[in-house]
């Protein structure tokens, strides 16, 4: 379906990526409507349950972004995120969620156009994949 | 006047949450002697046409078993529903929806098509599949429908309380039949086990250091590990973290690690995203390549994560 | 016009098991289905598990018998990964696999198939059970019954962690070694255990062989197939239930064939039919030939009466005696009479027994290495054991790093499904003369059937045990016209 | 009872009404769930729009209000204080960020309006499970450890001291003043060291409030911000401090003769000494690697000759133990190992030294009274300063030191001052000369003639190798053109780092350790002298290349921080936003313990439990995440708050 408009969330940190979307916005520089954010004070804080709910509850797409490796503003917790993700990837493919569908990626506050980019990337991505028949 | 009416029953199931209710012996005697038990197909012979006879609310307590994967099961799940006050699952399976929930990963025709035509053993050359209507020479016969995924009991019927397990711990049916008999109150949806994680009581706790991590998975068949040290910390598979405590930890004290089978604790909507957190976030390295080996040196996560769990899990089935 | 005679499981709504018979406008009886209900799917979603899991998930298949699919699944994980588990490994799996047939089929005699006889075949529905055989028998002996029942699943407790599902079973041994202390409480249990099967087969002979009326029953044509047998046997042709080569015999008792448990594919078949979710078996070089008995027919039968009928005898000496004295008693080898399932189970009753005192005394069972580290890649494997209700086969194939690609299960009851067919059916055809249906004739085809102990869990994950029976007669729009219920 | 939620939409001036259609937003929040009064607002973070929010929430009792505007990051505290000051808890208030992620971001007004009613619904699901915090209050210790006595550790004293805090000035060496106590004079000003931080160093040893601790470090450290213990060894100096007036009788009978390490082992001292005039407190100490008692021998020289009975042989370390509230991480900084860069020829020819060495060489107390002599003790008649030894060079370091130019101007225009016959030239690649008196400094300096300016094309394009006696270097010139030039004397100047221990250190006090061995700051923009350790507070050179004043500065800033957030008598506020455990929940698995960079989750043995010290804990969530048994909440930020958020976003 051509009119097909994905649905994605998107977990950014409240530090970097938040504050790098944040930016993208006092630039006034559009980008995807289809991207709904969920702010969280660390990309360790995303809970591969909130993944699996977005998906239930109808999400095409879901995008954590986190602070660059070295500069989270709680040390570590982006790799806590990662490490999670590398399972999860693998995990999502035997329901048959194609890997696409989620992203995990590294935004700085000063990074406004790298988020715009990854989110028109996502969503051009997503569209293409077509919709995720949603869970009853 | 007369005793409080039990009823027990089995939807898909394999007969040991039964096993494990002749495994009360001898409170058998007990709950006998508090109650009727007006209905057990497995040891009774009533009739299906007597449990409709009930009046609604007739019986005071209904155990039932198994997940529902067949209409029938479904059928007799809401009618024991509209004839029963309280109503206890019993089992992993009516629980959590039990291991046959695995079988949510693959499509029904995929599963017909597997035992009925592509197993090396069965001849079958015009491909025929049990038929839910079918005439033999004439003879008009039939059989209940295989539904598309396997649900949990809860996902067909209101229930009342839970007795978690494959199989079940005997103590908390004793428990569970007797506070229901004793009008004990409880809040909806109590789980007759632990509150906290199996952890709590495995005596394999202290032997995990406190800065435990995951180097790669190791599983069962490739080598023999220390019996006195907790399996995580020894790279090994167990959900004992992210599963209720209540089985007396009848594998670890066999030597092997849990599955999970008495489900999530209370809080926790989805038993094998949490296990898989808590396990991917103790792996011992921040590299992306070699996270992507570890994570290959973990066979089927969903299998894992979700061996009894998937029909109550949040994406529930395979998409699509 | 043309009636039909549901037999049901309470009643084909609520399922696990039904049977169906059908009588012509003469009331002859045509045919009688026995259906199974239900299906799970196990041979697909057991593909891309870790083969090294499948004892721990093939034997939720069954409640009834979790052992038996334990065991069969960690023989094809030996055989999977060719490797051999070490002999105190092979002897513990024994020991508990004997202890469990020995409950198992205590609990079928005292609980479900023993009060036909303990009780009475005419005693009211609701004394022919349990608590039937404790006033029959007595509560002493009704206490014991539990109690060594108990005991013998405690063993399984001692050896696996649960009574009910044992999780020790891995690919060249199993998860843990049996200390001193507890091999010495399990010496004890089993001391037990051999006496209580002593007393069991006493009061076989005090009940039932002194009793003219059940031997006739025994005996009497009503319950007569003359069919293949199969079972497993050791390498002296004696009954084994663990291990050994399948051995077929023909309706005369010569050996038909024998062999390895990984060839079966070569000598059994399943039918699939379109009016139940079970398969039935039968023997390929022979072929389907329907539900008819006979040398020409590959129909077949398992389980105890087939294991003795397949085997030369008991591999230990008092079930041998009373392997001897069954066949002498019922007129020489192989006997034929679907009721003789009872005391053929007692036998192996005893064999059970006498094996564990075998393997509990064998001071090897204590030795602290129980695995053997598989060294090959996986790529196929066949596992078999005599499961109460009849040979079982796993059968795996796997990718290099031993996810599975491919899984069949051929469970006990399905090589005995079409026998049961034809068993009620020809009971019932003796027994339904037009609408002159009378009540004891429930019990007769109820006994029929129970006879074989069919594990509908096994056959197709359902009903596990037994089934209360009720006729209903019903014509061709289905209208009620008379319901007796049994008893 | 029912919550009573209030939803307002700031217009923001035309930025947000333009954008999307807020008639419509008003309306379709009116018609959410609990719900009972949406407004749309002109500008609502003004003072008639703080008005209107305070009497809504009396007059209609509003029990939750979502705020539909800019950025949390801009408004969030604003309208916190007036839910406070309203008499609401500040925490039952929730934002949607219409206005960077949808007015902003979105031109389709009709596209940004959807997305606006998806992102209130979703404030108004999260909302109604908020629950009301209070921020904790906890005791906490005044006093502050200092490590080290360079001017940064010495100014963050004395500003502490001078606030009548009490300081425990921590120092390895048995004498204070770090580097800078080694200079003869600093630039751009050419002021004479000494007379710099003399003053200083004086207060500092006399203040009634710091407890000086020379020739003692620091070995262990526990609990956390305002509430840390720490451990000293204080090392057994074997002089009596009191006593001793420095006078040096002890020197000459002392029979050992070891190199200085003071002076960069120009020339050597005895094993009882102090290494250099002037050095503070003028008080000796024995070295016991080198002292004969120490090997075994007989030996009593030191203290037949003391006239003040201030030597003790008996004298033991000391184990004492501090209750501090935070911690001057002020350790200073080492130099580049020039042996690492064979293409200078460092340690394998005489007269090829490293600006340390020329320093002390300078100095009126270093080994040769100040006189700049070859090896031969003649005079050179050329020096070369070489620029950016080991550093701005990925294969060493890529940072610039920042201060070496300055300083290597310093030399040259000190090696004129006392060889004015001498020609001096630097080899640089770039000069870096910030702040405001250094680019002066420089003309001035290189205005003088016998000072070649030599530009090379790269830090490390050159080369220097020994002929008969003189150093000869090869070069690129910026043009690239290869050159040489022989010279007598050759200065280096390496690139400073962290100190060599740094690692050690930064495991002992938890901060994280960025390149080069230098300490890393909390946020290096806005938060540079504190890190991610609450409570360890780090200045001068070992956070990174810096001049005096940048030092002095940063020690008294961290002076600052501590002096604005420990007050005497008043309690630590700690955010609420922070994890809990619930012991009822709790299994114990350990899983949580080793996920907390800050380490505030510890494994109680007996209850068999992990607990949250609220007081460490920054609320980031990672172990809540991790929790199997979603034991631990991360409040305000819990499971229930956010699920209904992605339920509300996606409905």
Known sequence: ?136 | MSKPKIALYWCSSCGGCEESVVDIAENVLTVRELADIVFWPVALDVKYKDVEAFADNEIAVTLINGSIRMDEQEHMAKLLRRKSQKIIAQGACAHIGGIYGLANLNKKGECLDKAYKEVPSVKNPKGVLPQVKTKDCGRELELPDFHDTVRSLDQVITVDYYIPGCPPNPKYIVEAVLAVLGNKDLPFGYVFAERRSLCHSCHLVDSKPQDSVINKIKRVHEWVWDPEKCFLAQDMICLGPATRGGCEERCIKGNMPCRGCYGPVENVEDQGGKFLSALASIINSNDEKQLKKIAGSFPDIAGFCYRYSLPTSLLKKKVG | MTKKITIDAITRLEGHGKIEIFVDDKGDVERAYLQVPEFKGFEKFCEGRPAEEMPVITQKVCGVCPVAHHTASSKALDALWKVDPPRAAKKIRELMYNAFIFEDHLLHFFFLGGPDFVVGPQAPALERNIFGVIDKVGVEIAKKVIDIRKKVRGINAIISGSPLYPVCGLPGGISKALKKNERDDIANVVKEALEFAKFTLKLWEDIVLKNKEYVDLILSDIYFHKTYYMGLVDKNNKVNFYDGKIRVVDPDGKEFEKFEAKDYLKHLEERVETWSYMKFLYLKKIGWKGFVDGKESGVYRVAPLARLNASDGMATPLAQMEYERMYKHLGGKPVHNTMAYHWARLVEVLYAAERMEELIQDDEIIDPTVRNIPEHLPTEGVGVVEAPRGTLFHHYKTDKNGMLTAVNLLVATQNNAAAICMSIEKAAKRLIKGDNISEGLLNMIEMAFRAYDPCLACATHSLPGEMPLKVSIYNRKRKLLKEIVRG | MAERVGVYICECGPNIKEAVDVGELTIYAQGLESVVLAKPFNLLCSASGQELLSKDIKEHGLTRVVIAACSPKEHEATFEKVLKNAGLNPFLLQVANIREQCAWTIKDKRAATQKAKAMIKAAVNRVIHHEPLEAKEIDCQTDVLVVGSGVAGLSAALTLAQKNRKVYLVEKLPWIGGQVARYEKVFPTLECASCVTAPVLDEVLHHGHTDLMSNSEVEGLTGFYGNFIVKVRKKARLVDLRACIGCGACFEACPVKVKNEFNENMDERHAIYIPFAGALPAVAAIDRKNCLRFKGQVCEACLKACPFAAINYDEKDQLVELKVGAIVLAVGFDLFDARKAPQYSYGKAENIMTAFEFERMLNSTGPTAGKILMKNKKPPKTIAFIHCVGSRVKKFNEHCSGVCCSYLLKFAHMAKEKLPKATVCEFYSDLCLPGKEAQEFCDKVTGKKGIELLHMSGADSIKITVKNNKAFIQYADVSGKNKNKTVDMVVLAPAMQGVKDSKELAKLFDVSLGKAGFFVEENNQLAPVSTTTKGVFIAGCCAGPKDIPASVAQGQAAAGCILLRLVPGEKLTISPRVAVVDSELCSGCKTCLNLCPFKAITYDEKEKQCVVNEVLCRGCGTCVAACPSAAIKARHFTNKQISAEIKGLLE
């Open chain 1, 1 to 136: 379906m051509s009119d097909f408009e994905p649905k994605i969330i998107g977990f950014l940190c409240n530090w970097c990526s938040y504050e790098g979307a944040d930016s993208a916005g006092k630039a006034q520089r559009e980008y995807p409507a289809n991207l709904k954010v969920v702010r969280v004070m660390c990309s360790g804080r995303v809970d591969p349950q909130f993944i699996l709910k977005a998906f239930k509850e109808g999400a095409d797409g879901v995008l954590i972004l986190g602070c660059h490796p070295g500069d989270c503003h709680y040390k570590e917790g982006n790799y806590k995120m990662l490490r999670r993700f590398s399972l999860l990837k693998k995990m999502l493919e035997q329901f048959g969620i194609e890997e696409e569908r989620l992203r995990l990626d590294w935004v700085s506050a000063s990074e406004s156009e790298k988020f715009i980019k990854i989110v028109s990337d996502m969503t051009a991505k997503v569209r293409s994949l077509g919709p995720l028949s949603k869970y009853e």
